[in-house]
Nanobody, 126 residues
């Protein structure tokens, strides 16, 4: 069982930045494709970015492209989501999730992601 822990959420003003972290205290993330998802108030959870285990390929949904950057540090067993130019519509609970290495990052199919963290809340004020 892979336990994921997110951190780094908080309250930030519009235009500000936050960096989210995802780690697995008792396992190794480098064997998985890792995705970041978010759930805005009253909306369904959506995928926003992912990084492939196979070749490090990254994917971003249009809503965050150019503002968010996903990266991983295998030495620290951590995947990051750097979020810049935050907007009020970025508000929500952010989850990291792990999928098998064959998972295609571009589709962000939630059913492929077997392990999920508890989420970290991001609030962007206008």
């Amino acid at each position: 069982q892979l336990q994921l822990v997110e951190s780094g959420g908080g309250l930030v003003q519009s235009g500000g930045s936050l960096r989210l972290s995802c780690t697995a205290p008792e396992s190794t993330l480098k064997y998985y494709t890792i995705g970041w998802f978010r759930q805005a108030p009253g909306k369904e959870r959506e995928g926003i970015s992912a990084i492939s285990k196979q070749d490090g390929t990254t994917h971003y949904e249009d809503s965050v492209k150019g503002r968010f950057t996903i990266s991983k540090d295998d030495a620290k067993n951590t995947v990051y989501l750097q979020m810049n130019e935050l907007k009020p519509e970025d508000t929500g609970v952010y989850y990291c999730a792990a999928a098998p290495p064959w998972a295609t990052v571009s589709t962000m199919t939630q059913a492929w992601y077997d392990y999920w963290g508890q989420g970290t809340r991001v609030t962007v004020s206008s």
